[in-house]
């Protein structure tokens, strides 16, 4: 009667250090996404003042402009686009060597300052 008793709770505590373990690694996981969710929105912030500072790169009606951040990263970077209506968009981008995991899009209309930019899906 004792030994059942004692793997009966055994099973219990197995059972509810599964179920901690399992609540802390997708708290885990969230945290993680927010945090590259921020990056991504930094650098697209970064992207808006770095189309403000070189307006001889960028004006309406050119190229898409890509920048990593730092310089030559791989996993970091941001695109600056100036449509020709004159609304900035800048994309920042957040990626591992298999896959994007997160992106941020801010968009500046024309004649709104930076502290205006909006966020789009």
């Keep these: 009667m004792a030994l059942i008793t004692v793997l009966g709770l055994t099973a219990l505590l197995l059972l ?6 399992e609540y802390i690694e997708a708290d885990y996981r969230f945290a ?14 970064s992207g808006l003042e770095y189309q403000r500072q070189r307006t001889d790169l960028l004006h309406p009606g ?18 600056v686009t100036v449509e020709a209506s004159g609304r900035i968009v800048s994309v920042g981008i957040v990626r591992n060597s298999f896959r994007e995991l997160a992106r941020h ?12 930019a909006r966020s789009l899906p």
Aim: no cysteine; aromatic share 6%; hydrophobic share 35%.
């Design 16 to 21: 509810l250090g599964l179920t901690f373990l």
């Design 62 to 79: 050119s190229p898409k402009l890509t920048r990593a951040l730092p310089s030559g990263s791989q996993t970091h970077s941001f695109e």
């Design 32 to 45: 993680a996404q927010q945090d590259r969710r921020q990056q991504a929105y930094n650098l697209a912030r």
């Design 105 to 116: 899009r801010l968009v500046v209309e024309p004649g709104a300052s930076l502290p205006e």
